[in-house]
Nanobody, 121 residues
Framework: QAHLVESGGGSVQAGGSLRLSCAAS????????MAWFRQAPGKDREGVAC???????RYADSVKGRFIISKDNAKDTLYLQMNSLKPEDTAMYYC???????????????WGQGTQVTVSS
């Protein structure tokens, strides 16, 4: 059973940066596609960025050029570097694994509990 734990969320002013981490256990991050999703109050959960097992990457248009997804297979950890943050980036951010790059038509199999990111103007 895969277990995902996010960390690194917090409050930041617009234009600032944060780095989220997702520690995986119960499996190797090299085995599955992995992704970051987010959900803002009153909105549907949306895919932000994902990385496939062949290392290809997909970003949502809203974060291209600002966010960078990466993973460390040796540490079984997924990262999301978020730069030039905007108030509209405020959301709960979730780590997800397995079938993680096929949003919105397919939802991942495994999810973390989330970490809150708040961006003030």
């Amino acid at each position: 059973q895969a277990h995902l734990v996010e960390s690194g969320g917090g409050s930041v002013q617009a234009g600032g940066s944060l780095r989220l981490s997702c520690a995986a256990s119960g499996y190797s991050v090299s085995s599955y596609s992995m992704a970051w999703f987010r959900q803002a109050p009153g909105k549907d959960r949306e895919g932000v960025a994902c990385i496939r097992t062949d290392a290809t990457i997909r970003y949502a248009d809203s974060v291209k050029g600002r966010f960078i997804i990466s993973k460390d297979n040796a540490k079984d950890t997924l990262y999301l570097q978020m730069n030039s943050l905007k108030p509209e980036d405020t959301a709960m951010y979730y780590c997800a694994a397995r079938a993680a790059c096929d949003w919105p038509t397919v939802q991942p199999n495994y999810w973390g509990q989330g970490t809150q990111v708040t961006v003030s103007s």
